[in-house]
């Protein structure tokens, strides 16, 4: 079934390190994002790459880094810069960039815990 | 840029009745309206959507309706069940870009067997 697939599902991360977040979606899409979501918010977009070897920051990229080297993959790397990372992550995406008809379509999400 | 504000934060209804979710939005320009619905622990999953050359879109049991002039829209659930209960999102966009693409802060759906 093509999809987005988001791992790990849940993680743990200490104070001053660095973790990676996968996404990747076998739906051919061009465009993918990344999402943060905290309770009682609405999404908010740390990155976004129109298509593969491209990324654009979002609205809250500080702290974050994205690569986008292949176009089925997009891990975001939450680093220690990052003061406030607990929250739930999603990775999106849509067919194009900029086709008035796009729908994005989500991942299932990966909490992160700072312990 | 563009502000959507969502009301209310949070709605309980009795199964079988109707659940109405309002959201507002500040850019005219915008001329996509999607809404999506999300379960404890999920991602999100469009449920219905409406473009701004529409003023009302039905699919069963949901429904939006759009009013340009005041720049709001509504999503409307009609004989809900207990299935129905989740959060529920709505967005707009005014460009095809998902950069574009603004969110509601959500409405927590509680559907009372």
């Known amino acids: 079934d093509g999809g987005i697939t988001q791992s790990p599902k849940y993680l743990f991360r200490k104070e001053g390190q660095n973790v990676t977040l996968s996404c990747e979606q076998n739906l051919n899409h061009d465009a993918m994002y990344w999402y943060r979501q905290d309770p009682g918010q609405g999404l908010r977009l740390i990155y976004y790459s129109q298509i593969v070897n491209d990324f654009q920051k979002g609205d809250i990229a500080e702290g974050y880094s994205v690569s986008r080297e292949k176009k089925e993959s997009f891990p975001l790397t939450v680093t220690s810069a990052q003061k406030n990372p607990t929250a739930f992550y999603l990775c999106a995406s849509t067919p194009s960039w900029d086709a008035s008809g796009n729908t994005i379509y989500f991942g299932e999400g990966s909490w992160l815990t700072v312990v | 840029g563009e502000n959507v504000e969502q009301h209310p934060s949070t709605l309980s209804v009795q199964e079988g009745d109707s659940a109405v979710i309002k959201c507002t939005y500040s850019?005219?320009?915008?001329?996509?309206f999607p809404w999506y619905k999300q379960e404890l622990g999920k991602g999100p999953q469009l449920i219905i959507d409406?473009?701004?050359?529409?003023g009302e879109k039905k699919d069963q049991r949901i429904a939006v309706t759009l009013n340009k002039t005041a720049k709001h829209f509504s999503l409307h659930i009609t004989e809900t069940q207990p299935e129905d209960s989740a959060v529920y999102f709505c967005?707009?966009?005014?460009?095809?870009?998902?950069?574009?693409?603004?969110f509601g802060t959500g409405t927590r759906l509680t559907v009372i067997p």
């Open positions: 967005a707009a966009r005014s460009r095809g870009g998902a950069n574009n693409l603004f």
């Open positions: 850019d005219s320009a915008s001329n996509y």
């Open positions: 409406i473009r701004s050359n529409v």
